[in-house]
Nanobody, 126 residues
């Protein structure tokens, strides 16, 4: 059974940092791209960042460039999202998703394809 499990969310003050984890089981991510998405209350789910597992290439939404970093741990089959300089507008439920045969930039195209986690709440207070 394939599972993606996010963790690391919480409440942080503006300017603070959080590190989210997306641990995959039941699949090996070698041939996948893994992306982070977020959904604020009453709003659509939006792309945040992604990594192509095979070559480590990354892609970011403009709103998080320079503040967020996505990376991976091959041994742990886990993708991370390091979030620095957090702003109240970063408040959302953050999801990870793995899409077979994709590259990071392709995850910017809205789709429900692939495997999705259940999400982790990030709240940034002002």
């Amino acid at each position: 059974q394939v599972q993606l499990v996010e963790s690391g969310g919480g409440v942080v003050q503006a300017g603070g940092s959080l590190r989210l984890s997306c641990a995959a089981s039941g699949l090996t991510l070698t041939s996948y791209a893994v992306g982070w998405f977020r959904q604020a209350p009453g709003k659509e789910r939006k792309f945040v960042a992604a990594i192509t597992w095979k070559d480590g290439s990354t892609y970011y939404a403009e709103s998080v460039k320079g503040r967020f970093t996505v990376d991976r741990d091959d041994a742990k089959n886990t993708v991370y999202l390091q979030m620095n300089s957090l702003k109240p507008e970063d408040t959302a439920v953050y999801f990870c998703a793995a899409r077979f045969g994709a590259v990071a930039q392709s995850l910017t195209v809205p789709s429900t394809d692939g495997f999705w986690g259940q999400g982790t709440q990030v709240t940034v207070s002002s």
